[in-house]
Every structure is written in structure tokens, then in C-alpha cells.
């Protein structure tokens, strides 16, 4: 109880009374992308982080702090529900004669903590008031970034963490029998029951939100059993199973088991379309621009059939009605870019497969926040709800290209970005 107390007090240090100023916002347009309708001429009212009040006609307390965001259209934060913050693959890794996925697990958790804060920051300044991290973060580095953000150290959007990926054994890198030790830290490779629930256990005692499974990167799999069993088991404790799959078996599995999201997803049956939608069962579709499986080093013409073959997917689940949540599973740096403009590039996947704007806007913060979890308290802009919002200088709903040039970054009601940067 003590320890509770305390951390009350610090958490009211960290964000609460340093905002107890109300902020009155006036907002030119706000979006609603739950259902794609546009208010006009709105004040939000912002206190303690969160909206106290919005309407047309709220009056503006006298000692109120005004943003004129009059001209601008305002809607709730981008939400990115898969990336790898703390995880960038080399570009050096030829040279240095290793698989350059190896490479990324070779930096020290120290250094990965450093590349989460940067990107974090990144992610922020885009327009991404959450994230899901999906693993690939060293021993835990993505519970420290996420608690480095909660305590006001650095700036940053909410945090979903995966920390140790559990896997069927070997994980996805294909590392030698003598270096095993590099993937110790970022996954958990379990087999047996006992295995499993041992990870699972291991994961949220030590701080995670959500529990990453990788079902089938390798020739063995985990059987829908095997994730039934994951599923049961994470709900106890209150979390959800994001499932990555490549092979069609792998689908089934993580589908016929109740995992809440299918990660990536490449090859999905139309059968299964029909199942994922009756069940509920969200894809993160992570469909990479062309630059992106470049930088993966993909060369140009097979990163192009795999990008036509990922929209193409990307089609038949929209049409299916499946629902689908923005993610972008983003682990390089491209040249001049930042992590969190890389990430709004794939809105551009979007609109090839022929999503209109308020869709694409609802699978980047309605979609995505109902499946983190935070939808009772983040992702849209209502009374009670923590005030994350972002502006633009164009309605999205009109052309959602302007989500590329966000002008303005409130979180948790603290500005972040107020202008062109
Ligand atoms: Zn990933």
C-alpha cells in the first residue's frame, strides 16, 4: 500500500500537477475517425492531461492557456501497432562478414535503450502518440524505454511492450550452434507446455503488456493447440497474443487458437478471411513500401513483387472486412529519414490497395487503439479521454497525404510539436 502511494505521488510529479493549467485548444475541424464525420470550430479543454470538455460553445476559463489550432484540422494520435523501436539492422554487416539480422542483436542493451529514446522521440514527432513494440528489444530494453517515457525522462509516445519474443526453438535468425547467446536476450525459445508457460510467466513478471509469439519461422510450428494454450494462459494475466505468421499454417494456427491479431500475415486463404472476421481477429498488416524491403536489403525488382504481393493480400482482407490496424514493422534507418516519417510512408500501401482516407485513418488510431487495449482512455477525442491529438493543415478525410506533415503533437496534454519542423 506504501508503494502505492508513493508511486501515486511520483506519477502526480511526473504528469499530473505539472499541467494542472487548463488549456483551451480551438480547433478549426476535429476528425472523428471512428466513424468519419467532421465537428467544426470545437474548443477542447485540457486539464491534467486529459479533455475535461469539447464542444462549440464551452467557454474559455480566464486563466486558460489558448492554442489556436483555428486553421488546422485536429484529430486523435497515430497509433503504430508493430515496430521495433529498439532494433536497427546494420547497413555495415556485409563488411563486417556477418548476417546483417544477426548484426542487430549484437548491440548491447545500452546502446539499443539510446537508439528506443531517439526513435521514440521520432515516432512522436510524426504523429504517434502510441506504439505496440513487437519484441526484438534486448533483455527488456522496451519496459525500460517505456517506463524512461511514463516518468517524464524523455519524450515519447504510450509504450505497448512484447519485451522476450517466444518462439519454437532457434528464433528467427538463423544463428550457429556456437553463438546461440546472441538471440538469449530477445527471445525466449520454448517447445514443451512448460516451456511455454515458463516465457509466458517470465514476460509479465517482468513488466510487458502484450505476449509476442513468432508462430512459424521455421519448418516446426506451433499447432492452433499450442496457441490456444498461449492465448488461455496470457488472458489469465489480462494480456493479448500478437501472433506473427508467415505461412498459411501459421494463420490457421494463431486464428483457430484466438490470438487478437495476426502480425504480417503474408499469405492468408480467403477461408480464412471469412474465419478472422466472424472471429474478430484483427491483421497488423505491416505491408513494407518498396524502400523499406530495400533497406532490408531486398533488390529492387524482388522488393517490388513482394510489395504487389503484399498489397494485393492487403485487398482481399480490406474487402473481406476483416479489421485491419496500422503497423509498420520498421527495423532500418533509411538515409534522411526519420523513424517516425518512414513510418507514415505506408499510408502510401494503403492507398494502392485502394482504402479510402477514412478507413486508412480509422486502421491508424481507432483500429489500433482497440487493439492495444487503450481505447477506454486514448484514441479518440472526448471528455475523459487523455489528450492525445495531432493536427494537420489539410482534413485527412479529404487528402491523407497530409498526415505526412503533422503540425502539431499534444500527448497525455503536454505540446510536443507546435509548427512545421
Ligand atoms: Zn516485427
Not at 134 to 155: C, F, M, Q
Not at 166 to 195: H, M, S
Request: proline share 2%; net charge neutral.
Amino acid at each position: 500500500m506504501i508503494y502505492r502511494i508513493f508511486l501515486t505521488f511520483l506519477l502526480a510529479l511526473t504528469f499530473g500537477f505539472a499541467n494542472a493549467q487548463v488549456i483551451a485548444i480551438k480547433a478549426g475541424k476535429v476528425v472523428d475517425p471512428s466513424n468519419g464525420t467532421v465537428t467544426y470550430n470545437q474548443v477542447i479543454l485540457v486539464e491534467n492531461g486529459r479533455i475535461k470538455d469539447i464542444g462549440a460553445d464551452i467557454s474559455i476559463p480566464q486563466d486558460a492557456e489558448t492554442i489556436d489550432l483555428s486553421r488546422s484540422t485536429v484529430m486523435p494520435g497515430l497509433i503504430d501497432a508493430h515496430t521495433h523501436i529498439c532494433a536497427t539492422i546494420s547497413i555495415f554487416a556485409d563488411r563486417l562478414g556477418v548476417d546483417f539480422l544477426d548484426l542487430v542483436l549484437l548491440n548491447p542493451d545500452g546502446y539499443r535503450a539510446i537508439q528506443g529514446a531517439v526513435h521514440a522521440k521520432q515516432m512522436l514527432e510524426a504523429g504517434f502518440t502510441a506504439i505496440r513494440e513487437a519484441g526484438n528489444s534486448g533483455k527488456y530494453v522496451d519496459v525500460d524505454v517505456k517506463r524512461a517515457i511514463n516518468e517524464g525522462l524523455i519524450p515519447g509516445p504510450t509504450i505497448i511492450t512484447a519485451g522476450r519474443i517466444i518462439v519454437p526453438f532457434g528464433g528467427q535468425f538463423r544463428t550457429k550452434a556456437d553463438k546461440q547467446f546472441i538471440t538469449n536476450n530477445e527471445y525466449f525459445f520454448a517447445d514443451t507446455r512448460d516451456e511455454i508457460l515458463k516465457a509466458i510467466r517470465e514476460n509479465i513478471f517482468y513488466g510487458v503488456d502484450v505476449i509476442k509469439i513468432v508462430v512459424d519461422s521455421k519448418k516446426y510450428k506451433y499447432s492452433a493447440e499450442d496457441m490456444a494454450f498461449i492465448v488461455d494462459e496470457a488472458r489469465k494475466s489480462g494480456l493479448k497474443v500478437m501472433a506473427h505468421c508467415q505461412t498459411v499454417d501459421g494463420v490457421y494456427s494463431a486464428v483457430m487458437g484466438g490470438a487478437a491479431s495476426v502480425e504480417h500475415g503474408w499469405t492468408i486463404l480467403d477461408s480464412i478471411i471469412t474465419l478472422m472476421k466472424q472471429k474478430n481477429i484483427v491483421l497488423v498488416s505491416t505491408d513494407f513500401p518498396v524502400k523499406v524491403l530495400q533497406a532490408y536489403g531486398s533488390k529492387e525488382e524482388n522488393a517490388k513483387t513482394a510489395h504487389n504481393k503484399m498489397i494485393e493480400r492487403l485487398k482481399r482482407v480490406y474487402d473481406g472486412g476483416v479489421t485491419i490496424a496500422f503497423g509498420t514493422d520498421i527495423m532500418v534507418d533509411i538515409e534522411n529519414e526519420t523513424r517516425g516519417a518512414t513510418a507514415i510512408s505506408y499510408i502510401d500501401s494503403f492507398v494502392e490497395a485502394g482504402i479510402p482516407a477514412a478507413d486508412i485513418l480509422k486502421i491508424m488510431t481507432t483500429n489500433a487503439a482497440a487493439l492495444l487495449g487503450i481505447n477506454k482512455s486514448r484514441g479518440s477525442i472526448s471528455k475523459g479521454m487523455y489528450c492525445d491529438i495531432i493536427a494537420t493543415d489539410e482534413n485527412p478525410l479529404e487528402n491523407i497525404q497530409t498526415l505526412k506533415n503533422v503540425t502539431f503533437v499534444m500527448k497525455n496534454g503536454v505540446v510536443y510539436k507546435n509548427g512545421k519542423r
